[in-house]
């Protein structure tokens, strides 16, 4: 073969011929499980290739959001009724709302051409949280803790305000499932609000951004957030072409026990073994490098609403449950008096209807006994699920900053990291605990 046309198949090949897929005419359904059978039903539509779940079957009563393609609706739609299982239609067509979720271009230096209306590329944020970095250099910084599967970056910020009283540190983790993309969202606005802090006419949450040293990785799943830009809105993992990585699957708590796939081509694909992704590895390194006073960990999805705590392995509530529980229903009452956004609270099994593992925010509160550890699960309660349009993207953070602050207002004077010792086969802590 000509050695000219062999360049030109390597280099031109994959761009010329991208496998985008679309989504029209896609319908995402919702039905909720009254009866076992229907329970078993969803669960065995989860190993096939026509239905995308958006929010998986777990318990009865439990609403299940899943997108079918448009050549097994009917087939769907008939086996459903067969069984006496109520569907509804959520979004007829579901590329319709994609094409509705604007991305817009973030102009290098000008600060004010990224905002809270719009989503962006992960080139664009990483431009626009570097340029944040360099019109606050004392304050805030950014660093690469490592590479993914494709070399991208993964960047951490890290703020300390002038005059701060470091009491303990907060790490926040965002984008770890790729088509989560209020989650990136979310925590870009956190770290916006946190540096503009001490100009802030409001002295509580001055106060509170003082109080600590803070931590944000916005998009730990790079590779899998550029893919639900470029080729699949609907990816949720890593892009190990091996078979990709469920990455909240893949933290090595309880791993591989419950919730998880051992399919590498499904959503909740949790990997070979614990931390087998370079993406898990380094945010765990990460965090065990702050892992001194460290105190919150947040980590932030979509969509659903929750406020979830660990541990997702168990159905028991064990440790700090009740003190936590306590803070986010006052995290709650926060929310809903902004928009009149409804949150509920619990654990995985209490609030999705699943128990699942290999969690990021598990393995934080197990093995580093951080004492509060909260996933959230963001707008909204499945109108739009992960099409959130645009304009929702500064309402949801607003409130969302509500309930975090919140949560972070210190409750003693000094920290106390979570006693005892997280006893891996009962779920349940030896020594007494930290109320
Ligand atoms: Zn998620």
Redesign the pocket.
Known sequence: MDINLIYFLIFFFPISFCDCIKFYNYTLYRGIPVDAKHLEYFQNLTEVEYVNFWRLPGRLFKPVDLVVDPEHKELFLKEANNLGLYITTLIEDVQKAFDKQSVKQYIRRKMESFDWNDYYRLNDIYEWLRDLANTYPTEMKVNTIGRSHENREILAVEITLKGSKMRSKVIVEGG??AR?WI?PAFVTYFINELIHAPYSNDTEFKDIAMTYEWFFVPVLNPDGYEYSHTNNRMW?KNRNQMGSVDL?RNFDHAFGTTGVSFRMSSDTFCGLRAFSEPESQAMASFIESKSQQLEYYFAF??YGQYMIMPYANLKAHVENFDTVYKMCSEAKTKIAEKYNTAYTIGTAFDTVGYMTSGVSGCWVKAKLRVPYVVTF?LRDSGYHGFSLPPEKIRPTCLETMDGVLSLLKPRTKTYARLEGKYNYDSGVTTNRQIT
């Open positions: 770890i499932h989560e989650s949720r909240n999805h979509s699960e």
